[in-house]
Structure formats: C-alpha cells, structure tokens
C-alpha cells in the first residue's frame, strides 16, 4: 500500500536555525513526493516536489532530496524565520490518489 | 484571480440541518477533490472526480454527496449534520494526466461549525 509518515510536532526553534523535518514514505510504483505548507488560516500550498529518485526540490530555502534507498524525503532549511511558522505536510501521489502525512507544526521564535 | 475558490469560508449551523459547500477551479485541471481536515490538522480525502465522474469515495457517511455539474466545479451537499462534521473541509484540483504526478491546488478552506 502506500502511505507517508512523518515526524510529530510541534517542532519550535529560534529564528536562524537550521531545521530539519523526517519524511519517509511507502509505495508500491514510483510515486512523486510533495511537501505543503499550510499558513494560519490558509489552505495547503505546495512547497516543493520531487518527480524521481535522486531529484531535489527546492523553494524559498526549503529543500528536500528524493532518497529511494531508504523511502525518505527530509524537509530542510539552513535557517528558518519566524514567518516559517506553519504546518507542513510530506505527500506522495500514485495513480492520481494523494496520501498526506499527519503534519508537522513548526514554531519559530524570535 | 483565484484558482481554487470556496463558498462559503465560514458556515455555522444546527445539528440536523442540510448545507452546501461550492467549489470552483479555473485552472483547467481535470480533476477535483474535497478533503476533511480535523482538528488535529489531519486531512482526509473523501472524494474526487475526474471530469465529472466520481472516482474516489472514501469511507464516509452517506450523508455527505458530493455534486459536479461540470468539471470546473465540485460542490458538497451534507445533510442531516452532526457535531462529529465540524472541521475545515478543503477543494482542491489537479491535472488529470496519465503519469497522475502533478500536484494539487488547494482552496481557501470551509470551517463548519455544527452546533
């Protein structure tokens, strides 16, 4: 089956650290891997994706790397700012069926 | 110009009552699809439709139905409400191509309050 898990938040850093958020992934196929963003109050917005294994994508300093080895897709960035407070969800797509992770809250502070 | 628009973006109501939520896309995509998120911020797909026909129907009440009229919208008519509906349900569209990898646009968001 396919399914995506990624890590529980909150996560709540200082402004200009570097964050990282776990993603890993089962599929049967080759699925894409997306990574959304959800503002307060806001709908879902993609951040980036990645169409194939090995391919990075990349977006407003967020970057993450389609590692079919060990079935992941971290979400990174060098460092964050407090308008990166947000909820970000890790999905795969297969066959034009969507599976989002649980989300991950992400508190930056001043 | 809003791709993936959502009336309305608040709806409050009594249990027991009949409503609808309208989409519309004007992005061209092919396919669309309504969401549930909880309040835990875990999104559930329900539904979706590829030019006008239904091809996803998850696990939900049958009290939930959803309607498109043409492929360009996607509505949602939930009847006789209950306390357990109150969430932020989500349209979304995609194009619909063979390799189905292209990514979803979502709209702005529905919270349904059920009081």
């Known amino acids: 089956g396919n399914s995506v898990t990624q890590m529980e938040g909150p996560v709540t850093l200082s402004e200009e650290a570097f964050l990282t958020i776990n993603c890993t992934y089962t599929?049967?196929?080759?699925?894409?891997l997306f990574w959304y963003v959800q503002y307060p109050g806001e709908g879902l917005q993609l951040l980036l994706k990645?169409?194939?294994?090995?391919d990075k994508g990349s977006n407003k300093g967020f970057e993450a790397t389609y590692r079919k080895e060990t079935t992941s897709f971290h979400l990174e960035k060098g460092s964050v700012q407090v308008s990166d407070s947000a909820v970000y969800f890790c999905a795969l797509t297969n066959f034009n069926k969507f599976y989002f992770g649980s989300g991950t809250k992400l508190n930056v502070k001043p | 110009d809003t791709a993936v628009s959502q009336t309305p973006k608040y709806l409050v109501t009594q249990m027991g009552n009949d409503k609808s939520i309208k989409c519309e896309q004007n992005l061209g995509h092919d396919t669309m699809y309504w969401y549930k998120q909880d309040s835990k911020k875990f999104l559930k797909i329900m539904f979706s439709?590829?030019?006008?026909?239904?091809?996803i129907n998850e696990t939900v009440p049958n009290r939930f139905s959803p309607k498109s009229p043409d492929k360009a919208h996607l509505n949602l008519h939930i009847n006789s409400l209950e306390l357990g509906d109150s969430a932020v349900y989500f349209c979304a569209s995609s194009q619909d191509v063979a390799s189905g990898r292209d990514e979803q646009f979502f709209g702005p968001g529905t919270r349904l309050t059920v009081l």
């Open positions: 439709y590829n030019n006008k026909e239904l091809i």
């Open positions: 599929a049967t196929g080759y699925p894409s």
């Open positions: 990645a169409t194939k294994a090995d």
